[in-house]
């Protein structure tokens, strides 16, 4: 296990349909983390996990977005009726409980909603 | 407010000169920074910390500056190889602001492209 890894790395659907992604953390990390990045913008905090405990979600994670994970280990994240502005880079990141540590980012998901 | 910005969104350098990235923070609270590094289709990877009670801290060919009084940040990559072509980020941890010590503010980022 040498990093963060998410799946798909692309996904093209339509609007109005539900997709969901994976991530798996660096398996020592018991902190798990969703961002979103727009084209030309820098990554936006969307959740944190630590262990199965979903601590603080922002204000951008919608009624539409969910996100899991039920044995503290992998996690996922699914968008419901799936929209337009949907579509970007969700990147997922994981981490020590360490004061101050930084994340580990995976290489992210592109998520194209036509 | 919440803001972590950059001065310059594009800078060009020739290689082997040195690169300084510059970012700017508005919370004065704010107690941990990073530098990230991210490569087309890529997720950010992480290339320094920094903690505020510190001014200077040096990696491998790259060192970050912490003014706090101006609440500024630089990145200074030394030697800049082809390699160091991307774009970075300074992130801001977002505990000041009351939020959990992985939930970053990023800025826009830089982009650093290094003429062979």
């Known amino acids: 296990d040498t990093g963060v890894s998410q799946d798909p790395r692309h996904k093209i659907t339509k609007r109005g349909q539900n997709v969901t992604f994976r991530c798996d953390p660096i398996?020592?990390?018991?902190?798990l983390y969703w961002y979103r990045q727009t084209l030309g913008q820098g990554p936006e905090f969307l959740t944190y996990?630590?262990?199965?405990?979903?601590?603080?979600k922002s204000r951008l994670l919608s009624d539409r977005f969910s996100a899991e994970r039920p044995k503290g280990s992998f996690s996922t994240l699914e968008i419901q009726r799936t929209e337009q502005g949907d579509s970007a880079m969700y990147l997922c990141?994981?981490?020590?409980?360490?004061?101050?540590?930084?994340?580990?980012f995976g290489s992210g998901t592109r998520l194209t909603v036509v | 407010g919440e803001n972590v910005g950059l001065h310059l969104p594009t800078l060009s350098v020739q290689e082997g000169d040195n690169s300084i990235i510059n970012c700017a923070y508005s919370?004065?609270?704010?107690?941990?920074f990073i530098w990230y590094k991210q490569e087309s289709g890529k997720g950010p990877q992480f290339i320094i910390d920094?903690?505020?009670?510190?001014d200077k801290r040096q990696g491998q060919r790259v060192t970050v500056l912490l003014n706090k009084t101006v609440k500024h940040l630089s990145l200074q990559i030394a030697a800049t190889q082809p390699g160091d072509s991307a774009v970075y980020f300074c992130?801001?941890?977002?505990?000041?602001?009351?939020?959990?010590?992985?939930?970053?503010?990023f800025g826009k980022g830089t982009k650093l492209s290094v003429k062979p």
């Open positions: 992130a801001e941890n977002r505990s000041a602001y009351g939020g959990s010590q992985g939930n970053l503010i």
């Open positions: 920094i903690r505020s009670n510190m």
């Open positions: 990141a994981s981490s020590t409980s360490r004061d101050r540590t930084a994340l580990a």
């Open positions: 996990f630590q262990n199965e405990a979903q601590l603080e």
């Open positions: 919370n004065s609270a704010s107690d941990y």
């Open positions: 398996s020592e990390h018991n902190r």
